[in-house]
T-cell receptor, first 113, second 117 residues
């Protein structure tokens, strides 16, 4: 069975500081991995995805994520956070050929001036 | 291109009632998935529709049902509402054969927030 763990419920960073949001997944083979962002009153927006190939994936808004098979992790990073990055971030895993995604419980990011 | 639109945005029902939520998929997308997001939780897969047929279902009882129409829009119906059905219901559209793949990136709507009293 697939599952996703986001160990940090809430993270607070200062504007301009670097950010890393953790995601660990459980799946027997190489899964498809995603990071989505959800702002209040909005749906989920895809930040980036990993299917295969280069383990460092670039996304929108300056985000990147690295797939580490040995650690079953897919952590999201950003070198310099902007106030507009404050939102809820969800990591998700999907099995190749399947028709659904499994989401983590999310990490809420607060950005302080 | 238009994105995924959902209606209504908010609604309040009482226990035992029935509700219908609607979703228009993104232009060009032929697959629709529905997710339930309870407060403080991540979205949970309800079911997916492809070619007007249910194409996979999560761990939800039969009182959750759906439809997909020829124009790829979709409805989610929930009968005999329970208090625990209070949640944000998200519709997502995608293009492909219904499987999660490089061709199937989900585009989500803003959701319908259902409150059951």
């Amino acid at each position: 069975a697939q599952s996703v763990t986001q160990p940090d419920i809430h993270i607070t960073v200062s504007e301009g500081a670097s950010l890393e949001l953790r995601c660990n997944y459980s799946y027997g083979a190489t899964p498809y991995l995603f990071w989505y962002v959800q702002s209040p009153g909005q749906g989920l927006q895809l930040l980036l995805k990993y299917f295969s190939g280069d383990t460092l994936v670039q996304g929108i808004k300056g985000f990147e994520a690295e797939f580490k098979r040995s650690q079953s992790s897919f952590n999201l990073r950003k070198p310099s956070v902007h106030w507009s990055d404050a939102a809820e971030y969800f990591c998700a895993v999907g099995a190749p050929g399947a028709n659904n995604l499994f989401f983590g419980t999310g990490t809420r990011l607060t950005v302080i001036p | 291109e238009t994105g995924v639109t959902q209606s209504p945005t908010h609604l309040i029902k009482t226990r035992g009632q029935q509700v219908t939520l609607r979703c228009s998929s993104q232009s060009g997308h032929n697959t629709v998935s529905w997710y339930q997001q309870a407060l403080g939780q991540g979205p949970q897969f309800i079911f997916q529709y492809y070619r007007e047929e249910e194409n996979g279902r999560g761990n939800f009882p039969p009182r959750f049902s759906g439809l997909q129409f020829p124009n790829y829009s979709s409805e989610l119906n929930v009968n005999a509402l329970e208090l625990d059905d209070s949640a944000l219901y998200l519709c997502a559209s995608s293009l492909g054969s219904g499987g999660v793949s490089g061709a199937n990136v989900l585009t989500f709507g803003a959701g319908s927030r259902l409150t059951v009293l």
